[in-house]
């Protein structure tokens, strides 16, 4: 009965709107000093893997919502940062720092002083594989190449997704810096609902955060500090084979057939590691990255049975909504987009989802999967589903 309640009350879809040398950069990339770098009045937001296909956008859209907070774009390819970040550089709001974050002193840096971190960074990044088509002589030697991939594939618990993103949390959860408040971005006009008689039309960023999971805060509004990028169907290998019997669309999705590098399995365990950490935290899994796709109204769920498409511009837009969106901390959710349907509030539909503490008996998460799952399925044909 009990799980039949925890399924019913909690909503499983919602409708939404680098080695370190030190902190020097070169000079044209470095923002003018100011006083909140001292005294800590402005958020500063360290965007992790910022010059990446989807880091880039996170600092474009960090620096467009929030233009009360500063940001960092850590980077480990400083050259590549000031092509791919031209326009950005133009705000002296906007910091890079060339940093290895598989160092500590590269989390070091990219943590120092820091409100919050938007993790972008991977080993399996759009960087990494365009380098490999570039010319000899514009990267790493060959042999160089082969040193790394062979390292790890030989070591793959040495990645990013393993151990930076839990080492990134920590320091970040220590580093001193003040709780920050951000003003909630104004979304793109939708069509007015009137409120319910007697009731109230929630708003973005609104009061009353989420209870339980690591840094879930005492619900009164605790903001994530670290917005981890991710990925859908990162528990799907592991499924039994009666789930992915059940979930068959979930499940026999081309990723989840080949796994390569086992990738899945690794930001799983960067998943886990970060909830045992302190800081409050909030975990997006986008579907299947496609920027062929225009942007769309952001559809969020739980317990990894989603899939669908989603352009880069609005994985971004999602991960930078979450740092004021308190009904996010905690929570770890799909994300994926449908076009032709006008942005919408991202808060409530993420305040409907339950936290990872609610999902950790495994009656509850199996009650909210098959109510996500069905309502999913009503949205797309179930052939064309694709993470």
């Known amino acids: 009965m009990m799980c039949r309640s925890v399924g019913l009350l909690l909503v499983a879809l919602g409708w939404a709107g680098c080695g370190c040398r030190g902190f020097s950069v070169p000079a044209s990339l470095s923002m003018t000093e100011s006083s909140s770098a001292q005294g800590g009045a402005v958020p500063l937001i360290s965007v992790a893997g910022g010059s ?20 960092r774009a850590v980077v480990r390819d400083a ?32 943590v120092k002083d820091c409100s919050a971190m938007v993790w972008c960074a991977t080993s399996f990044s759009d960087a990494s594989a365009h380098s490999f088509r570039k010319s000899w002589a514009q990267r790493s030697p060959p042999v160089q190449r ?36 951000l003003q909630a971005p104004t979304p793109a006009p939708v069509p007015e609902q009137p409120p319910k008689k007697g009731g109230t039309r929630p708003s973005l960023g609104a009061k009353g955060g989420s209870k339980g999971g690591a840094g879930g805060g005492d619900g009164e509004g605790v903001l994530p500090r670290f917005v981890l990028l991710s990925s859908a169907a990162v528990t799907r290998p592991a499924w039994s084979a009666a789930e992915k019997e059940e979930f068959k669309a979930a499940a026999q999705i081309p990723i989840v057939k080949l796994n390569p590098f086992k990738i899945l399995d690794l930001k799983r365990k960067g998943e886990e590691a970060l909830r045992r950490t302190a800081v409050p935290y909030t975990i997006v899994r986008p579907c299947g990255l496609n920027d062929k796709q225009a942007p769309g109204r952001l559809i969020v769920s739980a317990g990894d049975v989603a899939a669908g498409r989603i352009c880069r511009a609005d994985v971004a837009e999602g991960l ?11 929570k770890t959710f799909e994300m994926f987009a449908l076009p032709g349907l006008s942005k919408a509030p991202v ?27 069905g309502l999913l399925s009503q949205l797309r044909p179930v052939q064309n589903f694709d993470v």
């Open 52 to 71: 990446g296909r989807v880091g880039r956008l996170a600092v474009k859209r960090v620096l467009e919502m929030y233009p009360e907070a500063r940001v």
């Open 79 to 110: 050259a590549r940062a000031k092509d791919v970040l031209s326009e950005e550089l133009t705000s002296q709001r906007l910091e890079v720092v060339k940093a290895d974050l598989s160092t500590a002193a590269g989390i070091t840096a990219a």
């Open 146 to 181: 082969i040193f790394n991939l062979a390292a790890f594939l030989f070591n793959p618990d040495n990645c990013l997704e393993a151990k930076a993103v839990p080492a990134a949390a920590a320091a970040l959860a220590a580093n001193g810096a003040p709780p920050y408040r």
């Open 320 to 330: 930078a909504a979450c740092l004021s969106e308190p009904l996010a901390t905690a």
């Open 347 to 373: 808060g409530p539909p993420i305040g409907s989802l339950p936290t990872d503490a609610q999902l950790s008996s495994p009656d509850a998460l199996q009650a909210v999967r098959r109510g996500a799952y």
